[in-house]
């Protein structure tokens, strides 16, 4: 698969903070976006609207989280919306943490509104789905020196809520869940995107 | 030298969100830092990125960037809406040991941290610094993040301000692992969050 794409992607229509952003520096050699510079995933195109990380993966978790609106393959600039709380649907993997083997720990067997959502490069996202850029873990599968970028939080599409919004009445919320417990799934949720890359309690050693 | 002024110190025309604070509480508490001391004096037409609150509630402090400033009244205008982009005075500092600076930032790339520096090195080098990349200053203690390194509206290569460029233009310090003012644009930011170099 690729990136998130189609009508879908927006749901919210504000805040927005439109930034330029260069995919890479002129040496090709350090990427300002993460994990679309990676070569395990999709390459960014137009019409795409992944949620990535800002900046040098060295400065990570302080990485400023936002949304591709836009991206132009002749100057290699994505214009990124890094507003804060706006809404977006995205591919989100159900992984939860890792253990120190570099194995899968951990799933969210049931998806919350409000469920913290991290920029994730770990390779069972990928593994999973080439288009797939977060997960609910505050680490990757590289535990011991790369903590995630936070990217914000689950939040309910615009068809989601219970007797309300897009679509008429609901007689339930409705959250995508996963099928099964402790297996590792893509799910596309709608994530209400922040920038607050601080680190949590139960990581601060 | 004194804090940065004249007439490119803006980078984007939004987002603004402008909060009028008093320089110091009546017990003379300073509520915004660093100003003062080893540090330039705030002037009319300055435009530095400084911390509000006082230094106690260290890094929890809101930061943003001086718009005006009524030397009646000691009240400054700030512009402390995220992701507004200024140009401003940066010292290339990463790191100190014992006091002194011991780590410096001898590539800078966009969307690097910077952090609001109160620490002798910085005022030294020029008293109208006030952001080092730096995480904790001199004594140690955390230093409040102000924003990420950013591309000015010049600095983009084939795209922005100025007509297409060979290449992105951040500025980068003359030598390694030496003390230096940078001015850099800077994306503001409001998140005090814990750095993973803190404990």
């Known amino acids: 698969m690729t990136f998130i794409s189609g009508p879908g992607w927006q749901q919210s229509s504000e ?9 890479e520096n002129d040496a090709g050699d350090t990427y300002y ?12 195109n137009d019409g795409e609207h992944p949620v990535l990380a800002v900046g040098r993966k060295a400065n ?14 002749a100057t290699d600039i994505a214009t990124l919306n890094v507003a804060d709380k706006a809404i977006v649907r995205a591919y989100v993997a159900n992984i939860a943490s890792y253990d120190f083997w570099w194995g899968i720990g951990s799933w969210q067997n049931t998806i919350y509104p409000g469920d913290p959502v991290y920029v994730d490069d770990s390779t069972f996202v990928y593994g999973l789905d080439n288009g797939c850029t977060l997960s609910f873990s505050e680490q990757s599968n590289d535990k011991l020196s790369s903590l995630n970028p936070l990217a914000g939080y689950v939040w309910w599409c615009q068809d989601e809520f219970d007797d309300s919004g897009i679509g008429g009445s609901h007689s339930a919320q409705d959250i995508n869940q996963p099928a099964e417990t402790n297996t590792t799934e893509m799910m596309t949720l ?16 | 030298m004194t804090f940065y002024s004249g007439s490119t110190w803006q980078q984007s025309s939004e987002p603004v969100i402008t909060r009028k ?15 003062g001391g080893t540090f330039d004096t705030l002037g009319a037409g300055e435009h530095p990125v400084l911390a509000i609150g006082r230094s106690d509630n260290r890094p929890m402090n809101i930061t943003g960037t001086v718009i005006s400033y009524d030397s009646a009244t000691d009240i400054a205008t700030f512009n402390i809406a995220d992701k507004h982009i200024v140009r401003a005075y940066v010292a290339n500092i990463n790191a100190y040991t014992q006091g002194a600076a011991s780590g410096w930032q001898n590539t800078i790339y966009p969307g690097d941290p910077v952090y609001i520096d109160d620490s002798d090195d910085l005022s030294t080098l020029n008293t109208g610094c006030t952001l080092s990349f730096a995480p904790r200053n001199e004594d140690p203690l955390n230093n409040p993040l102000a924003g990420y390194v950013h591309w000015c509206q010049d600095e983009y290569d084939d795209q922005g301000v100025g007509g297409p460029n060979t290449s992105q233009g951040i500025n980068q310090p003359a030598a390694t692992d030496t003390s230096e003012m ?13 750095n993973e170099n803190w404990t």
């Open chain 1, 15 to 23: 805040p927005y903070v439109g930034r330029k952003v260069h995919l």
């Open chain 1, 60 to 73: 990570r978790p302080a990485n400023i989280t936002g949304v591709v609106v836009t991206y132009d393959s």
């Open chain 1, 190 to 205: 709608c994530v209400q995107l922040v920038n607050d890359h601080g680190r949590g309690v139960s990581i601060i050693t």
């Open chain 2, 21 to 35: 604070v008093h320089m110091e509480d009546d017990d003379e508490t300073a509520l915004v830092w660093p100003e």
């Open chain 2, 182 to 194: 940078l001015t850099l644009c800077v994306m503001i930011v409001n998140d005090h969050g814990w």
């Open chain 1, 33 to 44: 976006l993460w994990p679309v510079a990676d070569t395990n995933w999709d390459s960014l």
